[in-house]
């Protein structure tokens, strides 16, 4: 009798810790749907997912990265970098606007990598580093922020950002396809147990003989280039390299990777629950939006608040699990 | 030889840890490999296996001299090592930790779960383990977890696997199957290389043994051969008559017990850790907590401290209740010196004496300013009276042998002036030597008059150590012993037969 009881209390528990956003998501879907009319509109719906796509694709490389126990602060300034380099590159046509931020980015990327996989520095202080440095290097190309390279009209590099289909825009299925792509990655290949084992015990997996400084390495890698091609498309949706985009994205990208149910301090993680993340983030950017005489600031209060009990939660449920009750 | 090492030296910041050692195994041959803690085998096992390389000497495999760079060639070359620790990934699932890194493969390069579930739970039905091999490795006995890294050692086309103290978390149970695991392994030819403490193993499954001891070979030879206490004097350096005048522990017999119990903790429940479980301990008396893996010790002793949270039960110090938190306990004056003295207990990169007076600072501060004086005198103390081999209090404790570390935990309890003591395995994974001076302070200890109880897996130090003996299993107390009872038999048949 008791032994049910306990299996069913921790059965609930597990499930909170894992779909914990999902059915925050449902419920803040569902009260937002009834409360405002204009929510469930197909323009607000394709307006929502659009905001949300070049997050997701940020934060789909930070889940990687986390997952791996490290943490990448750079993807802010990589992402703002991308975006101006895209519209720098434009002018030579598709193929440089889309091969110059993936190139300089997933430099970054791997830079970060080698110096956290090879010296052991602490992931913190590496991407800070080269969070200065990309800021630093962008603010050098446009003169400070000056000059602001805008896409031509008509350049077919624009489609990118700005193509539809059913109205929904072409970044809402680019960062879909990535996202399923990252999923079965993690999920499916040899890389991905690399990953999963490497945050989960990295001696270990030493020890094991899997490749940890290699999976280092190209999690950072892909994390550059990840955020890159988000500031790629998000430059050719503004039509212009925005320089003051990206600050503090960092934060966002981490905080909607931890609310989707992926361990701060490593070894486990889903793409899924990154999705879910950013799903409950947009929305409840929305429902703020939609109340309209709320400061938007208040955006950023509510998902600090959401971010503190999914951490409250997370960490009680490992307290309970190591006692094996 | 399937696997040779020649005249290996092995130099740590100005401590020789292998002194021209060589050492061989031939392919089928179950070999121990034993030595005191520091005697070098640790070392002279990760240079066979790639995690260390040797500032001189040579390895040859098959003959043929090879240089591992790291764990993952010697693996390839088809030599395995399973660890005292268990090295795998508790988050992830059985399944993928035996797999790691050598995943089955579907057409298309993703991995494939069908086949790696299924012939996960095929090979691990060989070694006892019948549990869904989709659930988090972390979820099992660690007695399980370390059949799974058996098992994931030996299915990787070894042909040498090394085993490092691997019944250190085994059950009596689990010992059978691992023991039936070598004598398959033995049977396919797979040479063994056993590290263990334990003599009643060693002879029971080993066919040759290797003595190290301060980083130098000592003796290689069949083991059949060489009479028990032959070994020990090989391991110890210490004359054969020497070791029988003095026994195998240190304890002298008996102590002068208070009357009346200092501390009484009754009816212990927790969860399904703990069922009911009551322990007293009088002034100047030594209770021992037998039992097995699992049974309960460690979770009676974290109890007793408010480590645990109860659902039921008191614990009484001189009538006095306990409120189940450890600030107020240890104010009260009960210490407890950990099982793991890694996670719980020292602070690698604080010196001997940072750690010796960490507990006993509010001790000796006036309004928050600590006296560098009263300290230095306390630990100069300590040092001193329990003979802690350092170079001065200001060495790193990292920088100590094991022995010396688990003196310096009990240098710090001691100095909060306890009433009661908790030792968890005080003398775990640390040398013969150490051992004794170790069980030796404990006899002192409780002679001062205060009240000790210990824990120890080894029924040697229990039987000498302890005046009487709580048997528990499955969190319950099943038997008490004391005075004629105290002997071997009496547990065992104790635990044997208690049921809860």
């Known amino acids: 009798m008791t032994a049910v009881r306990v299996r069913l209390r921790r059965g609930i528990g597990r499930g909170i810790g894992r779909q914990g956003a999902a059915v925050a998501l449902v419920v803040m879907v569902l009260v937002a749907w009834l409360s405002f009319p204009r929510f469930g509109s197909p323009d607000n719906l394709r307006d929502m997912a659009l905001q949300g796509s070049f997050l997701a694709i940020v934060a789909l490389g930070m889940t990687f990265v986390i997952i791996t126990g490290g943490i990448d602060l750079s993807v802010g300034s990589v992402y703002a970098l991308g975006g101006v380099l895209a519209a720098y590159g434009s002018q030579w046509g598709f193929v440089v606007a889309l091969v110059l931020p993936l190139a300089v980015c997933g430099l970054i990327g791997l830079l970060n990598g080698v110096l956290v996989a090879r010296t052991g520095m602490a992931p913190f202080i590496v991407t800070l580093a080269t969070l200065l440095l990309a800021r630093g290097l962008l603010l050098a190309i446009t003169s400070e922020g000056s000059t602001t390279y805008r896409i031509a009209s008509g350049s077919a590099f624009l489609e990118l950002g700005r193509g539809t289909v059913f109205g929904f825009g072409y970044p809402v299925f680019l960062a879909l396809a990535l996202c399923l792509a990252g999923g079965l990655v993690l999920r499916r290949t040899r890389f991905g147990q690399s990953v999963l084992a490497t945050g989960g015990a990295e001696q270990s997996a030493v020890l094991m003989g899997l490749p940890v400084a290699r999976t280092k390495v190209l999690v950072y890698t892909m994390s550059g280039v990840l955020s890159g091609f988000a500031g790629a498309v998000t430059a050719a949706y503004l039509e212009s390299g925005v320089t003051v985009i990206g600050v503090g994205l960092e934060l966002d990208a981490i905080s909607v990777v931890v609310i989707g149910g992926t361990l701060l301090t490593g070894g486990a993680g889903t793409v899924l629950g990154t999705v879910i993340g950013v799903g409950l983030r947009t929305v409840i950017q929305n429902v703020i939006n939609q109340i309209g005489t709320l400061d938007s600031n208040y955006q950023s209060v509510v998902s600090g608040a959401f971010l503190l009990l999914v951490v409250v939660l997370q960490r009680s449920l490992a307290t309970r699990a190591a006692r094996g009750t | ?500």
């Not at chain 2, 660690?142 to 490092?164: E, K, N, T």
Request: hydrophobic share 45%; aromatic share 2%; with cysteine.
């Open chain 2, 1 to 500: 030889m399937v696997l040779e090492v020649v005249d290996a030296t092995k130099e740590f910041v100005g401590v020789k840890a292998l002194d021209g050692v060589s050492f061989s195994v031939r392919p089928g041959e179950v070999h121990a490999l034993v030595g005191e803690n520091g005697a070098g085998k640790s070392t002279l096992i990760k240079v066979l296996t790639g995690v260390h390389r040797p500032d001189s000497g040579q390895v040859l495999h098959r003959g043929e001299p090879v240089e591992f760079h790291r764990p993952l060639d010697a693996q390839r070359a088809g030599i395995s090592t399973i660890y005292q620790e268990v090295n795998l990934v508790p988050l992830m699932s059985v399944a993928a930790n035996l797999f790691l890194g050598r995943e089955p493969r579907t057409r298309f390069g993703l991995v494939d779960r069908a086949r790696m579930h299924a012939e996960a739970a095929e090979v691990l039905v060989g070694y006892g383990i019948h549990d869904d091999v989709r659930r988090p490795l972390g979820t099992l006995a660690v007695g399980a977890q370390q059949m799974v890294a058996l098992a994931r050692a030996v299915s990787a086309d070894a042909h040498v696997v090394i085993m490092d103290e691997p019944t250190s978390s085994l059950e009596p149970r689990e010992v059978e199957t691992l023991f039936s695991v070598i004598e398959r392994l033995h049977e396919r030819g797979i040479a063994i290389v056993y590290v263990s403490h334990r003599m009643d193993e060693l002879y029971r499954i080993c066919d040759r043994v290797t003595v190290l001891r301060d980083g130098r070979h000592v003796h290689t030879g069949p083991l059949a051969d060489l009479p028990r206490i032959e070994l020990v004097s090989l391991m110890l350096g210490r004359s054969v008559g020497d070791i029988r005048e003095h026994g195998a522990t240190a304890f002298s017999e008996e102590h002068h017990a208070g009357a009346e119990p200092l501390l009484r903790a009754e009816d212990l429940t927790s969860g399904r850790r703990l069922a009911g479980v009551s322990v007293s301990i009088r002034p100047g008396e030594v209770v021992g907590l037998a039992g097995l893996l699992g049974s309960g010790r460690t979770e009676t002793a974290r109890a007793i401290i408010g480590a645990l949270p109860l659902d039921s039960g008191t614990v009484l110090l001189g009538g006095k209740a306990l409120r189940g938190n450890v600030g107020a306990a240890v104010r009260a004056g009960v210490s407890l010196l950990a099982e793991d003295r890694k996670a719980e207990g020292i602070i690698p990169n604080l010196s001997v004496r940072e750690n010796i007076v960490l507990a006993a600072l509010p001790r000796l501060s006036r309004f928050g300013v600590v006296s560098r004086a009263r300290q230095d005198r306390v630990v100069e103390t300590f040092i001193r009276r329990l003979r802690i081999k350092v170079s001065g209090p200001e060495q790193k404790v990292a920088e100590l042998s094991g022995g010396n570390q688990q003196k310096v935990l009990l240098a710090r309890w001691l100095c909060t002036q306890p009433k009661v003591l908790l030792l968890d395995e005080p003398t775990r994974g640390i040398d013969v030597g150490a051992k004794a001076e170790v069980q030796a302070l404990i006899d002192e200890l409780a002679r001062d008059g205060l009240a000790v109880l210990l824990i120890s897996s080894e029924l040697e130090e229990l039987l000498d150590g302890a005046d009487r003996l709580v048997v528990l299993k499955d969190g319950a107390v099943v038997s008490e012993l004391v005075g004629d009872r105290l002997t071997r038999d009496h547990v065992l048949s104790a635990i044997a037969a208690g049921e809860s």
